[in-house]
């Protein structure tokens, strides 16, 4: 804590009064703690961090801002020393490894950070390596399809990458890499249905990969090809992505009300699963959709429809709110009859970013959606949402996930969030969901939409479910150790953990940015800076920044891997 926010606290006196009532306090805490456990604790909760009453001033800020780019500084130098040109630093063993390709995806990947960080030095050394970058299969390459560059890794890091920085600096050799780039990988689209197919040989066009495609690598490439056409000039990278993005809008996903599922034939372009997530293999194409849009300056309106049914089944089929704490979650549905597994995972703490994106920039609503071709799944969630007013619910959402995802992060003695938790849904012993008998006593938890509906039937008192004060859960090193307090306490915190490694993934720190940008909020600002802080905690090297093995440790074990 900084020296300004401990003098602001001014000391207290201890009169005989304030003994008595503490004494009295502690008594009803003890009291309550073990009479209660484990269905009314809330006192056992520790208090989030003072911050929330402290407004931290400017030139505590201003310092910070100086502290996150030493952060970027250190894990770049610990790069530049031990591991350029070769793909990424180990942090642990000064080594490195080539598992993207071999041409310095590190160096790729932080251009743009270089220029928003105004890092002149850093930028000026990184230009002459990607100059110097051949593109062509490197046999030091440490993945399967040594020979191969895997499309959707390369665009999103390399590709991406230069552009990103060309947009911020107009340095015209970054523009020039990202039109070799663009061309090499190009003979991924010569499918009958121009979807991409998972890796491209760059010496000589051919190509490898299954029949089928999943989806985030199908659909996470028309930024960057749209914006490279209109850059270059060169027509032919716009029709890559806008081939993608028509047969995507063609296929026939009705009984999914629209949303696009996980897997998809890469000849015919038809789905091939009706499985629904946000969160791995799926991900970014729903991103890339609203993005689209708008990079498009709001002119593609395919896009925009496909992300207006994506969003209207996520919040009618995959929101669910915890038992105990009301934490807002996003899942995913693997069956049919759109039964959630519950799962919870890191990658899916884009989505509130996204959310609150879309409600700051559109004018979210149902007037927006074209009824055509909903189909009865459609149909059904926009009746579920068409009384309420669809930017504020998007604005809500995107409070709530965004909540829960740094929930994630302030409940582990780390501090920093696992890869993947189980929610514990109720058992729910009605009789039916969703039409399936009630005997399986699938638990099916309680799903947002229909809580939003009794919020509403019952005179909108208190916050929207899933929204409000939540305060953070921690074990005791007494009940991590003993199975039955830590199953106790799992209750109380709504979750198991499913993976227990944090893989220095961006997720849920870029959604918290947006929240702070678009609402304003300083919550949200601290909230960063207390994962920033737990950050450089815990997974601070001598020479860069390491995974964490388990979330669940401090100070933490990691593992020695610097992914960028
Ligand atoms: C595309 O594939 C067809 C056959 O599958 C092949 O004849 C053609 O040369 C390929 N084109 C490119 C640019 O790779
Ligand atoms: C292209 O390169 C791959 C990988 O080295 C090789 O297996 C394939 O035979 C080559 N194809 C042609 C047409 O040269
Ligand atoms: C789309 O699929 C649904 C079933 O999932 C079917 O009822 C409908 O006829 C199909 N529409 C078209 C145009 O093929
Ligand atoms: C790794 O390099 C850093 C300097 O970059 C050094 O301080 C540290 O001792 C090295 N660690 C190992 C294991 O060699």
């Given at each position: 804590?900084?020296?300004?926010?401990?003098?602001s606290?001014?000391?207290?006196r201890?009169?005989?009064?304030?003994?008595?009532?503490?004494?009295?306090?502690?008594?009803?805490?003890i009291t309550?703690?073990?009479?209660?456990?484990?269905?009314?604790?809330?006192?056992?909760?520790?208090?989030?961090?003072?911050?929330?009453?402290?407004?931290?001033?400017?030139?505590?800020?201003?310092?910070r801002?100086?502290?996150?780019?030493?952060?970027f500084?250190?894990?770049?130098?610990?790069?530049?020393?031990?591991?350029?040109?070769?793909?990424?630093?180990?942090?642990?063993?000064?080594s490195?490894?080539?598992?993207?390709n071999?041409?310095?995806?590190?160096?790729?990947?932080?251009?743009?950070?270089?220029i928003?960080?105004g890092?002149?030095d850093?930028?000026?050394?990184?230009?002459p390596?990607?100059?110097?970058?051949?593109?062509m299969?490197?046999?030091?390459?440490?993945?399967?399809?040594?020979?191969?560059?895997?499309?959707?890794?390369?665009?999103?890091?390399?590709?991406?990458?230069?552009l990103?920085?060309?947009?911020?600096?107009?340095?015209?050799?970054?523009?020039?890499?990202a039109?070799?780039?663009?061309?090499?990988?190009?003979p991924?689209?010569?499918?009958?249905?121009?979807?991409?197919?998972?890796g491209?040989?760059?010496?000589?066009?051919?190509?490898?990969g299954g029949?089928?495609?999943i989806?985030?690598e199908?659909a996470s490439?028309?930024?960057e090809?749209?914006?490279?056409?209109?850059m270059?000039?060169?027509?032919?990278?716009f029709?890559?992505?806008d081939?993608?993005?028509?047969?995507l809008?063609?296929?026939?996903?009705?009984?999914?009300?629209?949303?696009?599922?996980?897997?998809?034939?890469?000849?015919?372009a038809?789905p091939?699963?009706?499985a629904?997530s946000?969160?791995?293999?799926?991900?970014?194409?729903?991103?890339?959709?609203?993005?689209?849009?708008?990079?498009?300056?709001?002119?593609?309106?395919?896009?925009?429809?496909?992300y207006?049914?994506?969003?209207?089944e996520?919040?009618?089929?995959?929101?669910?709110?915890?038992?105990?704490r009301?934490?807002?979650?996003?899942?995913?549905?693997t069956?049919?009859?759109f039964?959630?597994?519950?799962?919870?995972?890191?990658l899916?703490?884009?989505?509130?970013?996204?959310?609150?994106?879309?409600a700051?920039?559109?004018?979210?609503?149902?007037?927006?959606?074209?009824?055509?071709g909903?189909g009865p799944e459609?149909?059904?969630?926009?009746?579920?949402?068409?009384?309420?007013?669809?930017?504020t619910?998007?604005?809500?959402?995107?409070e709530?996930?965004?909540?829960?995802?740094?929930?994630?992060?302030?409940?582990?003695?780390?501090?920093?969030?696992?890869?993947?938790?189980?929610?514990?849904?109720k058992?729910?012993?009605s009789?039916?969901?969703?039409?399936?008998?009630?005997?399986?006593?699938?638990?099916?938890?309680?799903?947002?939409?229909?809580?939003?509906?009794?919020?509403?039937?019952?005179?909108e008192?208190?916050?929207?479910?899933?929204?409000?004060?939540?305060?953070p859960?921690?074990?005791?090193l007494?009940?991590?150790?003993?199975?039955?307090?830590?199953?106790?306490?799992?209750?109380?915190?709504?979750?198991?953990?499913?993976?227990?490694?944090?893989?220095?993934?961006?997720?849920?720190?870029?959604?918290?940015?947006?929240?702070?940008?678009?609402?304003?909020?300083?919550?949200w600002?601290e909230?960063?800076w207390?994962?920033f802080?737990?950050?450089?905690r815990?997974?601070?090297?001598?020479?860069?920044?390491?995974?964490?093995?388990?979330?669940l440790?401090?100070?933490?074990?990691?593992?020695?891997?610097?992914?960028?």
């Amino acid at each position: 804590m900084s020296l300004s926010l401990l003098e602001s606290c001014k000391p207290r006196r201890w009169t005989t009064r304030h003994l008595a009532f503490a004494t009295v306090v502690v008594l009803a805490l003890i009291t309550l703690y073990y009479t209660a456990l484990p269905q009314a604790p809330p006192e056992h909760w520790s208090t989030e961090p003072s911050f929330e009453q402290i407004p931290t001033p400017p030139e505590v800020w201003q310092r910070r801002t100086e502290q996150v780019k030493q952060a970027f500084r250190h894990a770049y130098a610990g790069y530049e020393r031990h591991a350029m040109p070769h793909d990424e630093l180990l942090p642990l063993t000064n080594s490195s490894k080539n598992n993207f390709n071999g041409w310095a995806v590190t160096v790729f990947d932080s251009l743009d950070t270089m220029i928003l960080m105004g890092l002149n030095d850093e930028f000026a050394r990184a230009l002459p390596v990607v100059a110097a970058a051949d593109f062509m299969p490197n046999p030091h390459v440490t993945s399967k399809l040594k020979n191969y560059a895997p499309f959707f890794e390369t665009v999103i890091r390399y590709l991406g990458g230069l552009l990103a920085a060309y947009a911020l600096s107009h340095e015209p050799i970054l523009l020039q890499r990202a039109d070799d780039l663009g061309r090499l990988l190009s003979p991924a689209f010569n499918t009958t249905s121009g979807f991409p197919m998972f890796g491209v040989n760059t010496a000589n066009g051919t190509v490898t990969g299954g029949s089928t495609g999943i989806l985030a690598e199908i659909a996470s490439c028309q930024l960057e090809y749209s914006y490279l056409a209109l850059m270059t000039g060169n027509k032919d990278h716009f029709d890559k992505a806008d081939t993608i993005m028509k047969s995507l809008a063609r296929a026939n996903v009705t009984a999914l009300g629209g949303m696009l599922p996980r897997r998809w034939n890469l000849q015919t372009a038809k789905p091939a699963d009706d499985a629904l997530s946000v969160g791995a293999a799926a991900d970014s194409a729903h991103e890339y959709l609203l993005k689209q849009y708008l990079l498009t300056a709001k002119t593609d309106r395919t896009s925009y429809q496909m992300y207006l049914r994506a969003t209207n089944e996520i919040l009618t089929r995959l929101l669910y709110v915890s038992e105990n704490r009301d934490l807002l979650y996003v899942t995913d549905t693997t069956r049919a009859n759109f039964i959630p597994s519950h799962r919870f995972e890191h990658l899916s703490c884009f989505l509130p970013g996204l959310l609150a994106l879309g409600a700051d920039q559109l004018d979210i609503s149902m007037n927006h959606l074209d009824l055509g071709g909903l189909g009865p799944e459609g149909r059904r969630a926009y009746e579920l949402l068409k009384d309420y007013d669809l930017r504020t619910l998007h604005k809500w959402v995107a409070e709530g996930l965004a909540t829960t995802c740094y929930l994630m992060y302030a409940d582990q003695p780390t501090g920093l969030g696992p890869d993947e938790v189980r929610m514990l849904p109720k058992q729910d012993s009605s009789r039916s969901f969703q039409g399936q008998r009630a005997k399986s006593m699938v638990p099916t938890g309680r799903l947002w939409v229909n809580e939003m509906r009794k919020w509403r039937d019952g005179g909108e008192h208190g916050w929207p479910p899933g929204l409000g004060d939540k305060k953070p859960v921690r074990y005791t090193l007494e009940e991590m150790q003993n199975s039955k307090t830590r199953g106790a306490k799992n209750q109380v915190r709504d979750y198991t953990l499913g993976r227990t490694d944090y893989l220095l993934r961006p997720e849920t720190l870029e959604s918290i940015y947006i929240m702070w940008r678009t609402t304003g909020d300083p919550i949200w600002r601290e909230r960063g800076w207390a994962i920033f802080e737990a950050l450089e905690r815990e997974t601070k090297t001598d020479s860069g920044y390491a995974s964490v093995h388990n979330v669940l440790i401090s100070p933490a074990p990691l593992d020695d891997d610097m992914p960028r």
